[in-house]
Every structure is written in structure tokens, then in C-alpha cells.
């Protein structure tokens, strides 16, 4: 497909490397700082101008494009590029990025004939929905629901003392991995495998295991993790994210408090927020952590508008006791670093901007996809047609390509874990893990 992405931050950035290999990618930045980035390390046609430029989208060749991604800083830039974007080249599919509460409300000025957007993001609210996906299991690091959530995608760190460590996989059975579960991909050192029945779990490893929606708390308890439901929750950063994410576990009756420095922000969420309680301090500081029983916590979260600061928040939280800890990370680059010292939980308003966008920019047959925890694969849900080279044969003949698998098949309302003998038959949906680097190979077999 021919795609326009507008801005090379960390959202534009990060989705044209995703894209690039099986699409033709052109990016349009104004910084040309960004530019000679993107020009060094991706293989895609970069354009100096602004995307609110009916002349940069007509060099861009907007009349070719199939989809325009608008990733820019400023969202009325955005929105203008959607706007002459939608009178230049009516049937190319709009995705936009929306930071400000106050647009969203009016959404059907976004649906309009005038702007004809298909998909409006809002980094804040795809990464709350990211958080409460992630408290629905506690001790995951990572978590995705396919099939309406009949399929769950658990992301789960390995320790030393975790009963499966060390084991082969084809010998898991005996300690309880059966037709429930299935171990789809391994990261070890920053690498991904796609493992096989000879593969061993290993202490430091990421695991993804394909669970039921039903035995989510077995699949945590093989690892040694255990399903503790959340109850109270300390909340630290009272920006977009941190009030509305306090609005939501309000509603899920979970006993809520929010530091927050800024006097005018603590008055606002006092008024808005109706259990819970606003405390006005900074929260990296430790006496005001000790203060508020930190170590009684079921989670700390950190959610303040600086990298740094949730860093230090979360291990000082750590480091007094709390039963768990949560970090934004608004640089991916630090991602890697941040697991590194201990801080496994983590999420990102880039990565989940981008995640909600993948699934419109995929091909038709594929309802959704998910990047896993340091953009090492995809997985990926598809539906298997009567003319898919997926459907009618055992999986052991589907000739897969190394660094895929089928983790799941869902069936109407029945979701089966797969073995060399299970056969995959028109309108099953399919969720499908693969490397980067696999999925062109991938597309042929549901196309």
C-alpha cells in the first residue's frame, strides 16, 4: 500500500519503521533534525514541509495514497491535513492524532463530510485503556485481548524462583501447560524466538502466553504469579492521563488516591473525581510516599508528564515496600533501559497510539494487531476465508514460515489452542504471532 505519514516523532517514527518493509512509506516532517534521523535509519521517502500543506500533500502524491496517518505535534495541523487531504483525494482512509479533550467532543465534525476522518487516536486514552488492561492481571507485564477477549495475549517476566524456569516446553504439560495454554514467543536478550517443544524457559525471559479468557489465573500461577485483585491504588501525576484514569477505577470501586504538586490541577480534580482522594505534594518525594502507607498498596502509578520522574517514583515506591509499580514512559528509547533496572511494568502513550492504529492500516482480513513489548513481533487476529491457503489441512502441512505461529483458533464462541493436527476451516478467526521480518511471508497465506 502507499501510505503518507505526517510527522516523525515518536508515534510517526515508530509506525513508519513498522510499515516500511512491505509498503511505500513517505513521511513528512518540517524539523530537519527529524528528517536526517528518519533519512539514517529507515527506507522511506522523506519530505521537508508541513502536512497542512495541500502542495507538501500533492508532492507526496496524496492522490495515490490508500491511507494518510496524521502523527503531527499540533493537532490542528492534523486536522487541516485531513481536511485538504479529504478534498485532494476523497477514498484515501484518514487517521489522525488527537491530544485535546475539547476536539474529541465534538465528534461528529471529525465524521463529517468536511473532515471524513475514519479513525481519531488519543495517545491518553489508548494508554489508560492499556493500564486497566493491565490491572485485570496482576503480575503480566503485558496484556491483549483478541476475540472480543475470548483470547488472552499475557506478557509474563520469567524470575529465578518461577516453578517452569529451566523446563522444555514439551515437558510443560506435566506441570500444567495443556489445551488451555500455548508459550508463542520467548524474548531472551533482546531477541525474539519463536519457540518449539525443545525450547527451555529461562530465567530473565519475557514469555507471551496464549491463555482462555478462563485461565488467566492458572496460566499466572505456572509462572509462580498471583492473581491478586487490585483494591487500592496510589496514582502519582494529576495530568490528562492520571485524572482520567483515577475517573476509571472509580468506577471499578477500586480505593483511589492522586498526588499531584500543582495547586490548580489538585483543585480541578477535587471538583471532577467524587471518591477519590487529592493530595497535593510532589511525589517524588519520599516522606510523602512513607506518609501515605505506600507499602499498603496493591499498585503505585506512575503517570507524570517526565520520564525521570516516574522512574524515580516507581523505585522509591519499590524500594518502601509497594506490592507493585507501574511507569509511563513517553521516550520508547528508555524502555530497555528502564527494564533494566527493575522496573518491568511499563507503558507507553506511543506504542499505544500506535497499536490502535496498526489494525486500519493492516489488510482487510486482519481484525486486529498488537505490537508485543519492545516491538520485537506482532501478533495478529485474521479471518480465515474458503480461499485462504490457511484453511482445509492440518497445521503441521501449512509449510508456516520460521518465526511464526498460530497460537490461537477462535470458533464461534469457542477458542481452541492449536496442535499439528487441529485444521483451520473458513470463517475461523486466527491469531497469528510473528517476527517483523516474517510478516510479508505471512500475508499469502490469508490473501
Known amino acids: 500500500m502507499n501510505i503518507i505519514i505526517i510527522g516523525a516523532g515518536e508515534v510517526g517514527y515508530h509506525l513508519a519503521g513498522k510499515l516500511s518493509k512491505d509498503n511505500d512509506i513517505v513521511l513528512i516532517e518540517e524539523n530537519v533534525n527529524k528528517i536526517k534521523h528518519v533519512s539514517e535509519?529507515?527506507?522511506?521517502?522523506?519530505?521537508?514541509?508541513?502536512g497542512s500543506n495541500p502542495a507538501t500533500l500533492q508532492e507526496a502524491d496524496i492522490e495515490s495514497a490508500d491511507i494518510l496517518v496524521a502523527t503531527a505535534d499540533k493537532?490542528?495541523?492534523?486536522?487541516?491535513?485531513?481536511?485538504?487531504?479529504?478534498?485532494?483525494?476523497?477514498?484515501?482512509?484518514?487517521?489522525?492524532?488527537?491530544?485535546?479533550?475539547e476536539f474529541i467532543k465534538y465528534k461528529e465534525i471529525f465524521s463529517s463530510d468536511l473532515l471524513n476522518i475514519d479513525l481519531i487516536i488519543n495517545p491518553e486514552l489508548e494508554v489508560v485503556k492499556t493500564i486497566l488492561r493491565l490491572?485485570?492481571?496482576?503480575?503480566?507485564?503485558?496484556?491483549?485481548?483478541?476475540a472480543e477477549g475470548m483470547v488472552k495475549l499475557i506478557g509474563i517476566k520469567v524470575h529465578p524462583i518461577c516453578p517452569v524456569s529451566g523446563i522444555?516446553?514439551?515437558?510443560?504439560?506435566?506441570?500444567?501447560?495443556?489445551?488451555?495454554?500455548?508459550?508463542?514467543?520467548?524474548?531472551?536478550?533482546?531477541?525474539?524466538?519463536?519457540?518449539?517443544?525443545?525450547?527451555?524457559?529461562?530465567?530473565?525471559?519475557?514469555?507471551?502466553?496464549?491463555?482462555?479468557?478462563?485461565?488467566?489465573?492458572?496460566?499466572?500461577?505456572?509462572?509462580?504469579?498471583?492473581?491478586?485483585?487490585?483494591?487500592r491504588a496510589l496514582i502519582v501525576g494529576g495530568g490528562k492521563i492520571g485524572g482520567i484514569l483515577a475517573s476509571e477505577?472509580?468506577?471499578?470501586?477500586?480505593q483511589t488516591k492522586i498526588i499531584e504538586k500543582d495547586q490548580t490541577k489538585c483543585a480541578h480534580l477535587a471538583e471532577k473525581l467524587e471518591k477519590t482522594i487529592v493530595l497535593e505534594g510532589n511525589g517524588t518525594d519520599h516522606t510523602i510516599l512513607k506518609e501515605e502507607n505506600v507499602q499498603d498498596m496493591d499498585i503505585v502509578i506512575a503517570v507524570t508528564g517526565q520520564d525521570d520522574q516516574n522512574v524515580l517514583i516507581s523505585l522509591l515506591a519499590q524500594n518502601l515496600g509497594a506490592k507493585r509499580t507501574l511507569t509511563l514512559i513517553n521516550n520508547t528509547t528508555y524502555l530497555p533501559l528502564v527494564s533494566a533496572i527493575g522496573l518491568e511494568i511499563t507503558v507507553?502513550?506511543?506504542?499505544?497510539?500506535?497499536?490502535?492504529?496498526?489494525?486500519?492500516?493492516?489488510?482487510?482480513?486482519?481484525?486486529?494487531?498488537?505490537?508485543?513489548?519492545?516491538?520485537?513481533?506482532?501478533?495478529?487476529?485474521?479471518?480465515?476465508?474458503?480461499?485462504?491457503q490457511l484453511v482445509k489441512r492440518p497445521l503441521w502441512n501449512l509449510a508456516f514460515p520460521k518465526g511464526a505461529i498460530i497460537g490461537a483458533i477462535v470458533r464461534d464462541k469457542d477458542v481452541i489452542i492449536p496442535s499439528g493436527r487441529s485444521v483451520i476451516i473458513p470463517g475461523d478467526r486466527v491469531i497469528i504471532f510473528s517476527s517483523m521480518d516474517t510478516l510479508t511471508k505471512l500475508e499469502k497465506f490469508w490473501c
Open 348 to 388: 507507553s502513550p506511543a506504542l499505544s497510539a500506535i497499536s490502535a492504529m496498526l489494525r486500519y492500516v493492516r489488510k482487510e482480513k486482519v481484525l486486529s494487531v498488537m505490537p508485543l513489548k519492545g516491538e520485537y513481533a506482532e501478533a495478529m487476529e485474521v479471518i480465515a476465508t474458503e480461499d485462504s
Open 75 to 101: 493537532d490542528e495541523i492534523n486536522m487541516v491535513a485531513c481536511l485538504f487531504a479529504n478534498i485532494l483525494s476523497p477514498r484515501t482512509i484518514k487517521i489522525a492524532r488527537i491530544r485535546n479533550s
Open 249 to 254: 477505577l472509580e468506577k471499578r470501586h477500586i
Open 41 to 50: 535509519n529507515l527506507d522511506v521517502k522523506v519530505i521537508h514541509g508541513s
Open 135 to 146: 490491572l485485570k492481571a496482576p503480575g503480566a507485564l503485558d496484556i491483549i485481548d483478541f
Open 168 to 231: 522444555k516446553l514439551r515437558d510443560l504439560e506435566k506441570r500444567g501447560l495443556n489445551q488451555d495454554i500455548l508459550i508463542a514467543a520467548i524474548i531472551r536478550n533482546n531477541q525474539l524466538i519463536i519457540p518449539t517443544g525443545e525450547d527451555k524457559v529461562m530465567s530473565g525471559d519475557i514469555v507471551y502466553v496464549v491463555s482462555k479468557k478462563e485461565k488467566v489465573p492458572q496460566t499466572l500461577a505456572l509462572f509462580g504469579k498471583r492473581a491478586e485483585s487490585i483494591s
